[in-house]
C-alpha cells in the first residue's frame, strides 16, 4: 500500500513537497517513483528512483524537480520548484519489489491534486 501527502494549489514559481509511503508486507523495494496525468492526457513518468539511487527524470522537469528517498522509512519524495502551470495534475506514487514469500508487487498510490496557478 501507498499513501500519499503533500500536493495543493500554488502560484507559478512556487514549490511543492509531494510524500509518499509504503506499508505492508515489504521485503524490498525497487524502484520508487512519481506519474502525473492531466486531464485529457496519458499518465506520464515524472521522476523514478531505484534502490542503487539510480534517478530518472521526465525532460519537462529537469532542474525543478528533485526525487528522493529514505530507504528506512520506505519513502519517496518529490520537491517540486519553479512549479509551471504546465505542471497542474494529478500527481501518483508508484512502487515496486518483493515480499517475504519472494513474491513481485508493483502498487500505485491514491493521487494527489497539484494545480499551479499563472
Known amino acids: 500500500q501507498l499513501v500519499q501527502s503533500g500536493g495543493g494549489l500554488v502560484q507559478a514559481g512556487g514549490s511543492l513537497r509531494l510524500s509518499c509511503v509504503a506499508s505492508?508486507?515489504?521485503?524490498?523495494?525497487?524502484?520508487m517513483g512519481w506519474y502525473r496525468q492531466a486531464p485529457g492526457k496519458e499518465r506520464d513518468l515524472v521522476a523514478e528512483?531505484?534502490?542503487?539511487?539510480?534517478?530518472d527524470y521526465a525532460d519537462s522537469v529537469k532542474g525543478r524537480f528533485t526525487i528522493s528517498r529514505d530507504n528506512a522509512k520506505d519513502t519517496v519524495y518529490l520537491q517540486m520548484n519553479n512549479l509551471e502551470p504546465e505542471d497542474t495534475a494529478v500527481y501518483y506514487c508508484?512502487?515496486?519489489?518483493?515480499?517475504?514469500?519472494?513474491?513481485?508487487?508493483?502498487?500505485w498510490g491514491q493521487g494527489t491534486q497539484v494545480t499551479v496557478s499563472s
Open positions: 508508484n512502487a515496486d519489489g518483493n515480499d517475504y514469500d519472494a513474491i513481485e508487487w508493483r502498487a
Open positions: 505492508g508486507r515489504i521485503f524490498n523495494i525497487y524502484h
Open positions: 528512483i531505484s534502490h542503487l539511487g539510480s534517478i
